[in-house]
């Protein structure tokens, strides 16, 4: 079973920055392709960035040039570094663990950005 917790979500102007975390129990986060997905109020969860276990990554066209996935296997923890955000970004960050068939979920993290 692995748990996972997000934090650093807010409240930020558009413009402004915010760093999501997620930490992840277990001994084999190493293994695992994690990822961060979004839901806005009314709307279907959406992709928004992955990394594999290699540190191969990949984002979702709306926020490239934005938004950067990082992990630290030492430290069981994956990262979104969110610049420039925009009043679209506003949605529920959840974090998203992947481990050959098991697939986990965060809680999730509110990120509201003002105009």
């Known amino acids: 079973q692995v748990q996972l917790v997000e934090s650093g979500g807010g409240l930020v102007q558009a413009g402004g920055s915010l760093r999501l975390s997620c930490a992840a129990s277990?001994?084999?986060?190493?293994?695992?392709?994690m990822g961060w997905y979004r839901q806005a109020p009314g709307k279907q969860r959406e992709f928004v960035a992955l990394?594999?276990?290699?540190?191969?990554?990949n984002c979702a066209d709306s926020v490239k040039g934005r938004f950067t996935i990082s992990r630290d296997n030492a430290k069981n923890t994956v990262n979104l570094q969110m610049n420039s955000l925009k009043p679209e970004d506003t949605a529920v960050y959840y974090c998203?663990?992947?481990?050959?068939?098991?697939?986990?979920w965060g809680q999730g993290t509110q990120v509201t950005v003002s105009s």
């Open positions: 990394i594999t276990s290699s540190g191969t990554t």
């Open positions: 277990g001994s084999i986060f190493s293994r695992s392709v």
């Open positions: 998203r663990s992947v481990i050959g068939p098991n697939l986990y």
